[in-house]
């Protein structure tokens, strides 16, 4: 009996080819994605098969048309793999997030400056972020004091009455700015950098003079914001435009990304809270990165602008030779153009980078000694 094989054309051969790749893709791309899709509700994933069922119709209406296929021909495949595709899609941003925190985070710059005659440590900070980034910069800190240098700290300080309901008014939404960062921190799944400041408080007790408080008061802050309301047309049109525009944000029931993090926070489960925490450090990466895009507001004229010329003020006013400086890294250009405003000498000597911002690194562990009846793990 002869048998003549049947030679499948090499076009063929191709598509059935690329067909298998394609598929163990859509696949091994949706086992990964759907986590994303679950962690919500039930309800997001029917959602989602509705929708992709709804466009495997259109796809099977728009085949019967053109190619005058049965409308219900590869139904149920175009279906599936419709579901697979929103699965991936809807999960892509998620991923996209990890690796940017993972692989491109936010980097916090460490200046070292000097006039041939004083040196000036600049320490740019983020208030909420790593645990490793806050204990790296307490270790600093410690080591500066040894070396003599007197510490400069961020922190609008409290002026009780008007001040500081300006302060809680204008910048902190109405509430407590240190209390809105713990639970920022919380949500993200980072943390606060006033709980690892406290660690220099003994230090402090011990040698106040080495501590010092060197941002303004609330008080002034409000003072400043009025006078150029007073004084200036164009910032007064600006702040009111900003107001109207808030205003209306919140008319329409508009939030910021932040502002609907923190509400689904506190009543998510354990599963949505980690979802949560990675949108979080994603969206400060993409914020607080070199390429993006700075915006601007009315008030950075107190915020940044004042601040900025009264901390060089206090710089120039000491006669300490060697000072240390935590501030937030926002700040860090218009400080050094004052100082070389104020005097050419000052010059950069050195810049190094630190990661501020990253996943939380998990350890687990176990250890059995004589006498334990117990595996302790440590998180």
Not at 52 to 64: D, I, K, P
Not at 300 to 309: A, C, I, M, S, W
Request: proline share 3%.
């Amino acid at each position: 009996m002869n048998l003549t094989a049947t030679r499948v054309p090499l076009i063929q051969r191709w598509r059935i080819g690329l067909g298998a790749i394609a598929g163990f893709v859509l696949l091994a791309s949706f086992l990964i994605s759907m986590p994303v899709l679950v962690v919500w509700s039930a309800w997001v994933g029917v959602a989602v098969f509705v929708l992709a069922l709804l466009l495997a119709l259109v796809w099977g209406a728009l085949m019967a048309m053109l190619r005058g296929r049965r409308l219900w021909r590869h139904g149920l495949r175009n279906t599936v793999i419709a579901f697979a595709l929103l699965t991936v899609l809807l999960a892509l941003p998620v991923y996209f997030l990890v690796y940017k925190v993972q692989a491109d985070p936010p980097l916090l710059p460490t200046v070292v400056l000097a006039n041939g005659e004083r040196t000036v440590v600049y320490q740019g900070m983020v208030h909420v972020g790593m645990e490793s980034f806050y204990k790296s910069v307490v270790y600093d800190l410690e080591a500066a004091l040894a070396e003599g240098y007197t510490l400069y700290y961020e922190g609008v300080q409290p002026s009780p009455g008007e001040g500081d309901e300006w302060f809680s008014e204008h910048l902190a939404g109405g509430g407590d700015l240190a209390e809105n960062y713990h639970m920022l921190a919380e949500a993200c799944g980072v943390k606060f950098q006033n709980d690892y400041f406290e660690l220099l408080a003994a230090d402090a007790g011990v040698h106040p003079d080495q501590h010092v408080a060197a941002d303004v008061t609330s008080l002034e802050m409000k003072q400043e914001y009025d006078r150029l309301m007073a004084s200036d047309a164009e910032f007064a049109r600006a702040v009111q435009a900003q107001e109207e525009q808030d205003f209306a944000d919140s008319a329409e029931g508009g939030e910021d990304g932040i502002d609907l993090l923190l509400a689904h926070y506190q009543d998510a489960t354990d599963s949505q809270k980690t979802m949560l925490g990675v949108l979080c450090r994603g969206v400060f990466a993409l914020a607080l990165g070199d390429g993006a895009e700075k915006s601007s507001r009315p008030l950075d004229r107190v915020v940044l602008d004042f601040r900025n010329r009264k901390l060089v003020e206090r710089i120039l006013a000491d006669s300490s030779d060697r000072i240390y400086i935590t501030y937030g890294a926002a700040h860090l250009p218009g400080v050094v153009a004052l100082l070389q405003e104020a005097d050419a000498g000052w010059h950069v000597k050195s810049i190094k980078w630190m990661r501020g911002l990253a996943a939380p690194e998990k350890l687990e562990g176990s250890m059995v000694l004589p006498g334990m009846d117990f595996v302790e793990s440590n998180h």
